[in-house]
């Protein structure tokens, strides 16, 4: 009678054992033939801060960016881009990036009218597509010109000019651009949509800037400014002293290195203290320590005194709302 007291108990236990076992802690059942092992997978595994994987691997299902959401079978949500940027890039000039400073490419394959993607399955995986959600335009870009195209996969993408916008998994860091010129099809988006580096960087050029239209920014993209206190002739230089500290003489130009602006127009001053300060029609020029990237203006009309130059070397008067 014990004996098979025992035995009975011992099955049972055999029994709980066994369901416990065939079960994950979530409470549900493993198929026949698996282990919890193939049911659960490291957090945050394939994926990163932008919701792709760390390596060029597979292309998920159904061709969706960055592979898929183990738990629902869909594409992980990347991270918005944000309020957009501009830096500007000593090779290719300036380009458009994300808040978080990592550039943003367009694809040859690629229409922006109508605007339609064709990078999908790993494709999208090496160049996660940008979502359109909450993303907002800078100074520099002319807001009109951001849109989105629904992607085959039904995520709205962030469109610039009408191209669609990509980020590259082999970027790891503000302001990088490996993949320009990649497979001679991928390019850093230049601000109006178009691909950055069409042209040489230049000591003097020329920026579209959507409030202003064309104005002249220096190699590094900066906005050029001239004062209502200087004078072209005869010279004579009202930005002195406290002045300095908040508005920079622009370096001299090599006038073989010019886009946009006739050389003519284009000419060197010494200062007082005998630094040499860029002219633009014999005015001395200026960049503003208050601009923080490519595109901004927030010298313009400062104090009334403090204007954005033409490509014609004339100060630009209008004074954008905000």
Not at 101 to 126: E, H, Q, V
Request: with cysteine; net charge positive; aromatic share 6%.
């Amino acid at each position: 009678m014990i004996n098979r007291r025992r035995a009975a108990l011992a099955a049972a236990a055999v029994a709980t054992l066994a369901l416990t076992t065939a079960c994950g802690s979530s409470g549900t059942q493993s198929a026949p033939g698996t282990t919890s092992a193939d049911n659960v997978q490291p957090a945050g595994q394939g994926t990163s801060d932008y919701g792709y994987g760390s390596s060029g691997g597979g292309s998920g299902s159904g061709g969706q960016a960055g592979g898929t959401d183990t738990a629902a079978g869909k594409a992980p949500k990347a991270a918005s881009a944000g309020k957009l940027a501009l830096h500007q890039d000593a090779k290719i000039g300036t380009v458009v990036a994300d808040s978080k400073g990592m550039t943003l490419y367009r694809f040859d394959k690629d229409t922006p009218d109508p605007a339609k993607s064709n990078c999908n399955g790993s494709c999208a995986t090496t160049w996660p597509p940008v979502p359109a959600d909450g993303a907002t335009a800078p100074s520099g870009i002319d807001k009109s010109k951001l849109g989105s195209v629904t992607r085959a996969d039904g995520v709205k993408q962030l469109t610039i000019a009408g191209w669609p916008a990509y980020r590259y998994i082999k970027d790891t860091q503000a302001g990088d651009t490996k993949g320009q010129g990649v497979g001679g099809t991928w390019n850093a988006l230049a601000p109006d949509g178009k691909k950055a580096g069409a042209q040489e960087p230049s000591d003097v050029s020329v920026f579209n800037h959507p409030d202003l239209g064309g104005i002249l920014v220096d190699g590094k993209g900066r906005t050029l400014y001239r004062f209502n206190k200087d004078s072209a002739w005869p010279m004579k230089f009202g930005c002195n002293d406290a002045c300095l500290e908040t508005w920079k003489p622009a370096k001299p130009a090599d006038r073989s290195k010019l886009n946009g602006i006739a050389p003519k127009l284009i000419s060197t001053v010494t200062r007082p203290d005998g630094t040499r300060q860029l002219a633009v029609d014999c005015w001395p020029v200026y960049w503003f320590t208050g601009d923080e990237q490519p595109g901004d203006i927030n010298g313009q009309g400062k104090m009334g005194l403090w204007f954005a130059v033409s490509k014609e070397g004339k100060k630009i008067t209008t004074t954008p709302e905000g």
